[in-house]
């Protein structure tokens, strides 16, 4: 059986535990709690990918690009050529402001899409 080419997910130990990083041209969801690393690692990832010369899109579901520039900031990234989609900016918006007015956490998710555009699919209901 041939082997399948892997890149890096851009973490030395999370390479390691999937036997040399991520099969290469596939599309990949990002899930974890708030606050678990889900941005930093899909960041990471797309600048690590853009340093070697490919190309890099970040589909936003729960964040704007200014929070994710903020993010960004944090780390000492910049994010000039990494392509920012923000699918639903007005619903994040709503969302900020139902968690203030309710005092809850509603639970996104994160994705990150790297492919041809017949890849990308919008989450149910949307």
Do not use: C
Request: charged share 25%.
């Amino acid at each position: 059986m041939p082997s399948t080419e892997r890149v890096s997910a851009a973490s030395e130990g999370l390479d390691v535990v999937l036997g040399g990083g991520l099969p290469r041209n596939r599309l990949y969801l990002i899930e974890g709690d708030p606050g678990t690393g889900k941005t930093t690692l899909a960041l990471k990832f797309l600048l690590q990918g853009i340093g070697l010369g490919e190309r890099g899109l970040y589909v936003a579901l729960s964040e704007t690009k200014e929070e994710l520039q903020a993010v960004a900031d944090s780390h000492g990234w910049d994010l000039a050529d990494v392509d920012i989609y923000e699918l639903a900016p007005e619903d994040v918006q709503r969302q900020r402001q139902l968690e203030t007015e309710h005092k809850v956490a509603i639970r996104t998710y994160d994705w990150l899409v790297d492919g041809a555009p017949e890849t990308q699919t919008r989450p149910h209901g949307r």
